[in-house]
């Protein structure tokens, strides 16, 4: 994995996180928004501008690759170097809960 790709994506944002996250199967911009908002409880907001600079990053950096058109919406997915980032990111997220799990464990000792 290239370096800059590394630098940028590893620890990754929230946005990111739930873009790829959303993007393990096609989607569209429009169809991830709704995903997390529902994911998320209305929780996470993604905003437009911020989605599609999202996407178009990501695409130019090949983390995703545009896949289809469909009704006007451009659906796209995780390349191979994606689901490399978000396996990574998966184990960051694990290595976490299961610090803080051993530190109230060993608090309720």
């Given at each position: 994995m290239d370096q800059h790709i590394?630098?940028?994506y590893v620890?990754?944002?929230?946005?990111?996180?739930y873009i790829l996250f959303c993007l393990r199967?096609?989607?569209?911009g429009y169809g991830v928004v709704q995903t997390v908002d529902r994911m998320t409880d209305g929780e996470v907001?993604?905003?437009?501008g911020t989605m599609y600079g999202s996407l178009a990053?990501?695409?130019k950096d090949g983390v995703i690759r545009f896949v289809s058109e469909e009704d006007k919406r451009k659906l796209y997915e995780l390349t191979e170097l994606g689901r490399e980032l978000l396996?990574?990111?998966?184990?960051r997220i694990e290595?976490?809960?299961r610090a803080v799990r051993e530190?109230?464990?060993e608090k309720q000792d």
């Open positions: 590394r630098k940028v620890p990754m944002t929230e946005t990111a996180f199967q096609p989607n569209h907001k993604l905003a437009p990053k990501m695409e396996e990574l990111e998966f184990k290595r976490l809960y530190v109230n464990d």
